[in-house]
């Protein structure tokens, strides 16, 4: 599906769930364009990306759930990245908008 009609797709969703519970949803996976892969890790891998609705560029990280389980040294690791960066003020590191 091209980006014109993504976005209008996305937009008439949103509409329409703003319609229904007085309220937006969520953001999810589908909020998104994904591009090439940018970075790739022992557990982890890092897309270039679009947001359809801001039209900004993202970097998506995303991880592999079956190495995550079965080391529980990594989940810690994972689960403190976000609160790290979120500490950090630099422009050479990327800032976490959001997490799904």
């Known amino acids: 599906m091209n980006y014109m009609k993504k976005c209008i ?33 022992a557990f982890r891998k890092v897309n270039i990306g679009l947001n359809i609705l801001t039209v900004r560029g ?6 592999n759930k079956k190495s995550l389980s079965a080391n529980g040294d990594n989940m810690k690791k ?6 790290l960066m979120k500490k950090l003020n630099n422009p ?9």
Request: proline content about 4%; some cysteine; overall charge positive.
């Open 9 to 41: 797709s996305l937009c008439k969703y949103i509409k329409e769930y703003y319609r229904r519970y007085s309220k937006y949803p969520n953001t999810n996976l589908n909020f998104y364009l994904y591009g090439h892969l940018i970075s790739q890790g």
């Open 92 to 100: 050479n590191i990327t800032k976490i908008l959001e997490m799904l």
């Open 78 to 83: 994972i689960l403190n990245e976000p609160d």
């Open 58 to 63: 993202v970097a998506i990280k995303s991880f």
